[in-house]
């Protein structure tokens, strides 16, 4: 018969096993002081365990499902998580300069101020096809550009806004006249939704025979872009699940520890 060194007893205390007494140092299955008899068996309503193997394997899940939640964000948004690269052409058109109209409001006092707008022109980039329009003011006097806005739209809803100012070398000739543009990003929608950032464009306009002009543009920058609500929800849902885990596990763990006495 086993017993402690403290006067009171709880007899049969140990459903099925009536030669072993548990005294209150003795604190059973639940404390640290515990005979190899009564391992794994109930006291005061309490089970002592170990931790079951199903939890071990549901926290390598929890890792699993959101390395699969993070892989397939980063695939759907095209890595436009960060900082991404942007280049692209556009060869297109625009009004004649005779088109500019006087916007006061806008663009200031006329002479020599007027507003240019042009149409939509199509392009190609490295982040797929694009479309771009816009309009600016023009000193007819220096060629400076200013109080420009501008849309680029990609396929579906996504699109990102800009300002910008620039110059050109007036008068645009058929042999050609340089132009350089510095837009500076306010936003967009879809995966561009907030995106910040700065492209430059350098062009050459043609002056053409029915006083229309043609232009070839190249742009190239960087999309400052912010993750998707939905990424966001994923890795709070999978941090919580990976904290929940890891807390359960080391409970567990110093559960063992106090098993081991004898």
């Known amino acids: 018969m086993i017993q402690a060194s403290v006067s009171t007893r709880f007899a049969n205390s140990i459903p099925g096993d009536e030669n072993v007494e548990i005294r209150e140092h003795d604190v059973g299955c639940r404390g640290r002081v515990v005979r190899r008899e009564c391992r794994d068996k109930p006291f005061g309503g309490n089970r002592m365990s170990r931790m079951p193997k199903a939890n071990h394997a549901s926290l390598g899940i929890i890792f699993g499902l959101l390395l699969i939640a993070l892989l397939g964000t980063s695939s759907a948004t095209t890595a436009r998580a960060a900082t991404i690269t942007f280049s692209g052409t556009i060869d297109g058109f625009n009004v004649p300069p005779a088109a500019a109209a006087p916007n006061i409001a806008r663009c200031g006092p006329v002479p020599p101020n007027l507003l240019l707008s042009?149409?939509?022109n199509a392009g190609a980039s490295n982040l797929g096809s694009f479309s771009q329009t816009?309009?600016?003011?023009?000193?007819?006097?220096?060629?400076?550009?200013?109080?420009?806005?501008?849309?680029?739209?990609?396929?579906g809803s996504d699109s990102f806004f800009a300002t910008y100012t620039g110059t050109i070398v007036l008068p645009v000739t058929a042999a050609g006249s340089p132009s350089t543009l510095f837009f500076t990003l306010t936003g967009g929608t879809g995966s561009y939704t907030g995106a910040t950032g700065s492209i430059t464009?350098?062009?050459?306009?043609?002056?053409?025979?029915?006083?229309?002009?043609?232009?070839?543009?190249?742009?190239?920058?960087?999309?400052?872009?912010?993750?998707?609500?939905?990424?966001?929800?994923?890795?709070?849902?999978?941090?919580?699940?990976?904290?929940?885990?890891?807390?359960?596990?080391?409970?567990?763990?110093?559960?063992?520890?106090?098993?081991?006495?004898?």
């Open 118 to 120: 042009f149409p939509v």
């Open 201 to 262: 464009s350098t062009s050459t306009v043609f002056l053409n025979a029915d006083s229309t002009t043609s232009f070839h543009t190249t742009f190239a920058g960087t999309i400052n872009t912010v993750p998707e609500p939905t990424t966001m929800s994923l890795l709070g849902i999978g941090g919580l699940g990976v904290a929940i885990a890891v807390r359960k596990r080391r409970k567990s763990h110093r559960d063992e520890a106090g098993e081991g006495g004898i």
């Open 134 to 155: 816009g309009s600016h003011c023009i000193d007819t006097t220096t060629g400076n550009l200013f109080n420009g806005v501008s849309t680029f739209t990609f396929g």
